[in-house]
Each structure stands twice: as structure tokens, then as C-alpha cells.
């Protein structure tokens, strides 16, 4: 079965970075589109960044772009998320999320179906 495990969790202040992994497994078919969503308490789930694993196309929620990099390494099969000049509104819990029918325009709807376990980034 499909396995999606991130790590790189952790506490930064304002303007600070933290790099977030995605470690993939068990795909009996490549997907095409993944991505990375977050979610505060009380707050739906929202789309940050998403990458179509062929070419290698990156979509940014506005509230990151020019902050956050989206990337893949094919040989690891792993994702990433390169956040710089964190704000304390990015404060949640990260989500990886794959998907086999992803279309244009939903890329960062949170309808993926496959998801990781979450990891908590904190920005005082």
C-alpha cells in the first residue's frame, strides 16, 4: 500500500527556514501530481504547494510564493518543501499528499488520495 512519511518538524522564529521531506513507497502506479497541504485548528486544510511528477510543473498557494520551493528527487522518491522567511501565519501542521488524477486547477485541493501523517512547524 501506498506509504507517504514527512519529516523535518520544528520550532523557528520569524524569517527563519525549515525544509520538509516526503518520503514515497508503495506505488503500484506513479502519481501524477503531489503536494503540500497545511492545517491549523479549526481551519480546513489548504493546498501550500503542488508539483506534477512528470516535467515537473510547481503551483504556489499566494500566500507563499516567493517564500517556499517545491521540488522532487525521483531517484530518493522523495518531495520537499523549502520554506524561507517563515511567518508565525505559517504556524500548522504539514501534509504530503499524492494523487493519480490530479487535473488543472486542482492542484492544491485537498482531495488528494493519498497523505502522509503530518508534521508540526511552529513560527514565533
Known amino acids: 500500500h501506498v506509504q507517504l512519511v514527512e519529516s523535518g518538524r520544528g520550532s523557528v522564529q520569524a524569517g527563519g527556514s525549515l525544509k520538509l521531506s516526503c518520503l514515497a513507497s508503495g506505488y503500484t502506479s506513479t502519481p501524477n501530481c503531489m503536494g503540500w497541504f497545511r492545517q491549523t485548528p479549526g481551519k480546513e486544510r489548504e493546498g501550500v504547494a503542488g508539483i506534477y511528477t512528470y516535467g515537473g510543473r510547481t503551483l504556489y498557494a499566494d500566500s507563499v510564493k516567493g517564500r517556499f520551493t517545491i521540488s522532487q528527487d525521483h531517484v530518493k522518491n522523495t518531495m520537499y518543501l523549502q520554506m524561507n522567511s517563515l511567518k508565525p501565519e505559517d504556524t500548522g501542521t504539514y501534509f504530503c499528499?499524492?494523487?493519480?488524477?490530479?487535473?488543472?486547477?486542482?492542484?492544491?485541493?485537498?482531495?488528494?488520495?493519498?497523505w502522509g501523517q503530518g508534521t508540526q512547524v511552529t513560527v514565533s
Open positions: 499528499a499524492a494523487d493519480s488524477a490530479v487535473v488543472p486547477g486542482e492542484e492544491l485541493h485537498p482531495d488528494f488520495s493519498y
